[in-house]
């Protein structure tokens, strides 16, 4: 019995582990070409066409700073379930602002990973990937010392 137990607990770590490690380069991987290209990123936020003028700059600054603070929340193990209610809060506003651009057939790159020239159109593929980063997001929240449900 023992044996099964430490093998659930094992396994429960690597899945954590490796939620953790997508949520962190992900959201590293994002923040930093935006912070590179304040003005590229400020572009991307206007092409969505859902925010005011003047809001635009602010969210620019903002957003890549979040994904950080979350990123390395998550990895450094520090208020980690606050970084991750940050990211996943970001990440639901993502979906929600995909979904309003689907509807509102706006052809526009995501801008997910700074103003890059291959970026992901944003469409049904992206609102699924945000959507399974999300349930990362929640998996890299569990505190994975913490033993589970008995069996």
Known sequence: MDDRLATRAWARWGVVGLARLVVVAVFAAAALPKLIDLPGFAAD???YRAFPHWSVNLLAGVVPMVELVGAASILTGWKRRGGALMLGGLTVGFIVLIASVIVRGIDVG??????DVDASPVGWPLLGRDALLLVAIAVAAIDAERPGPAA
Do not use: L, P
């Open 45 to 47: 936020i206007a092409n």
């Open 110 to 115: 995501c801008g997910c990973f700074g103003s």
